[in-house]
Nanobody
Framework: QLQLVESGGGLVQPGGSLTLSCVMS????????IGWFRQAPGKEREAVSF????????VYADSVKGRFTISQDQAKNTVYLQMNKLKPEDTAEYYC?????????????????????WGQGTQVTVAS
């Protein structure tokens, strides 16, 4: 059974940094695209970033481009989201999700409907 576990959230001041981790168990990361999504109270879920199963392709929302970096470590079956220059509007519950593609594929899909597996989330709060 595929499981995703997020960690790394917390309280950080504006301008600070956090690194979120998404550990996949049960299956190999190089068969899955991973997406990071976030949802703030009272707001719709928002796509943040995606990385292909190959690790060669990535996509970012305009709101985080230049501040966030997504990466994967296939040996650890883990995807990271490095978040720099955090803003109060980045405050949200962050979720990682997995979409089966094929081995070492460069495909990046951004529709939440494509993602079959979701983690429980980790809270990020940006406040002074």
């Amino acid at each position: 059974q595929l499981q995703l576990v997020e960690s790394g959230g917390g309280l950080v001041q504006p301008g600070g940094s956090l690194t979120l981790s998404c550990v996949m168990s049960g299956f190999r990361l190089n068969y899955y695209e991973i997406g990071w999504f976030r949802q703030a109270p009272g707001k719709e879920r928002e796509a943040v970033s995606f990385i292909s199963s190959s690790g060669r392709s990535s996509v970012y929302a305009d709101s985080v481009k230049g501040r966030f970096t997504i990466s994967q470590d296939q040996a650890k079956n883990t995807v990271y989201l490095q978040m720099n220059k955090l803003k109060p509007e980045d405050t949200a519950e962050y979720y990682c999700a997995a979409d089966y593609t094929s081995r070492d594929d460069d495909y990046v899909g951004q529709s939440p409907d494509e993602f079959e597996h979701w983690g429980q989330g980790t809270q990020v709060t940006v406040a002074s």
